[in-house]
């Protein structure tokens, strides 16, 4: 166990009501980035608190009226999965920029220069994000976050993410896996099966036409057939 004075407080509201558990910070870190940790292996010390910093600890009736158990490993995995974990100053940081990495990876893949028609590299993404002075949320989604960056970026940079319709007609023998790669990366619109092929009408952003025509080409070995409608 890691002991309480470097331990961080992950809290949770329920009911009215705030519950604190002390945890490993760096453990917690790794947690949230989706590393297979039991919660008892981060836990500092085995008690639930109303308030850490003041030692008030949490009664068994608050407990059940708030939780519906005084099971403590029950309460802290709660709280860790589902309440706020304060995380260090340097650990914010480093979230922050892993987040900021992210959505740039997304937006460079999904927008376009629309004087140029050609992406954005990300290392550009980024370096308009920080003139922009764009600041991310370290834990919500990347993708619900892309909105709001390009808002600020495209102030700086000329971009947009344009939407195109293309057919897709795959042979028979590669569609299977094609198809799982297609779902992960696009929006199929229509699919139709045949004998010899599966045709699919999708819709993808502009900026990732060439990384799914490389992903296609190399499952097919080449013999992937695309349109692009008007």
Known sequence: MVSIEKAVIARISKRGEVFEILI????ALQFKRGADINIENMLATREIFKNSKKGERASSSELEKSFNTTDFMKIAHEIVNKGEIQFTTEQRR????EKKREIAEIISKQSINPK???PHPHLRILNAMEEAHVSVEPFKNAKDQIESVLSKIEKIIPISIEKIEIVLRVPMQYAGKAGSVIRNMVIIKKEEWKSDVWIAIVEVSAGMQS???ERLNDITKGSVEV???K
Do not use: I
């Open 24 to 27: 490993d910070p760096d453990k």
């Open 116 to 118: 140029t028609k050609l």
């Open 211 to 213: 990384e799914l025509y």
């Open 227 to 229: 349109k692009t409608l």
């Open 94 to 97: 480093k979230l922050s920029e």
